[in-house]
């Protein structure tokens, strides 16, 4: 009789301990409990356990401490905060070992090349998923918040597509923007061509934001770049509408006639002689390195086609043909160029 009970015993722990293996691996190897992608966050400080705890409160698994169990025997820890993505043919294990290596959403903002600050900081105020402090802030208020070492903000942040996690502040997106625009000036600078007519590293920017202003054709660039280069060592103006336009501010309303050309600001080129105080805008990598490195030749002018290219000419009588050819559709009270009287005055200072 003894021994009969002995062996029922047996074997009604060995049918327990089997049924409880089924169960494990039941619930290891089960999709998570989601109809379809999830976005999940992990917060700052939140351990393994407080993760799967919470999936067990909204039904995705059936028992946290099966999982919890498992992934330690497997030394699994160090989950990474941040946002995920959550799919609903993974396992639990699939997502948590997501999780340590940090396979996180990443959210973007696309800063484009010759945007300027203020439009820059537009696109970024305008990303919900961007954690925002500057919006309410003046320019140099938004400098001393950056903790930057410049006078004007124009110019100092690079264009491009930055990446970034949920929450990111406004701050930490700028900085880097900033740091960024550093790294490709000075390596531009190290690169430059000898006998520039500037002598600085803000002088390159400074010209560089104008070529990206005036061409968004890339091949273009270094031909615009040698126009500007030669008109400055030839003590010429450049002219260049876009700089006319930023000194203008709020009164630019979409075009610019005789009477702005010929009204005085700092960043008026058909008044003054060599470049602007400021840059006019963020240039792009290619702008800086054409600023550097601009095109040999002999053309001093250039008119747009209306196709994004240009016309470069190396006589006024060329450009002025150009210029007819090209603009003849604009209003009267506008010119591309400067008339023969305004080019004959420059000539004569």
Not at 59 to 68: P, V
Not at 148 to 169: A, N, S, V
């Amino acid at each position: 009789m003894f021994k009969k009970i002995l062996l029922f015993v047996f074997l009604l722990s060995f049918g327990a301990a089997a049924a409880l293996v089924f169960q494990v691996k039941d619930e290891l190897e089960r999709p998570l409990g989601i109809d379809e992608e999830t976005l999940y966050q992990v917060s700052s400080g939140a351990s393994l356990r407080r993760v799967l705890t919470d999936f067990e409160s909204r039904g995705w698994i059936g028992d946290a401490r099966i999982h919890e169990v498992w992934l330690r025997f497997q030394e699994v820890t160090g989950i990474q905060r941040g946002e995920y993505l959550l799919r609903p043919d993974e396992t639990t294990e699939m997502a948590i070992r997501r999780m340590i290596a940090g396979d996180k959403v990443m959210r973007s903002v696309q800063l484009i090349e010759g945007w300027n600050f203020r439009q820059f900081r537009r696109a970024i105020a305008a990303n919900e998923y961007i954690t925002h402090s500057l919006t309410d802030l003046s320019d140099d208020e938004v400098i001393a918040r950056l903790g930057l070492d410049i006078e004007h903000p124009e110019g100092w942040f690079f264009p491009d597509t930055y990446l970034f996690e949920r929450g990111t502040t406004d701050v930490e997106l700028l900085r880097q923007a900033h740091r960024q625009l550093v790294a490709e000036l000075e390596l531009a600078w190290a690169q430059r061509n000898e006998n520039l007519p500037f002598d600085t590293p803000y002088e390159a920017l400074i010209m560089a934001s104008i070529i990206e202003r005036e061409t968004g054709v890339p091949y273009e660039r270094p031909e615009i770049a040698g126009v500007f280069t030669r008109r400055l060592e030839q003590g010429m103006r450049l002219q260049t509408d876009p700089t006319v336009i930023y000194g203008m501010g709020d009164a630019y309303q979409g075009r610019i006639t005789r009477t702005n050309l010929q009204t005085d600001t700092p960043y008026n080129t058909y008044t003054r002689h060599g470049l602007p105080p400021t840059p006019i805008a963020n240039p792009g990598r290619g702008a800086l390195r054409a600023a550097v490195n601009p095109a040999e030749g002999t053309s001093l002018f250039f008119v747009a086609r209306g196709d994004g290219s240009h016309i470069f000419s190396d006589t006024y009588a060329e450009h002025n043909a150009a210029v007819q050819q090209f603009q003849r559709n604009r209003s009267a009270d506008y010119r591309s160029s400067p008339s023969e009287e305004v080019l004959n005055r420059e000539r004569s200072e």
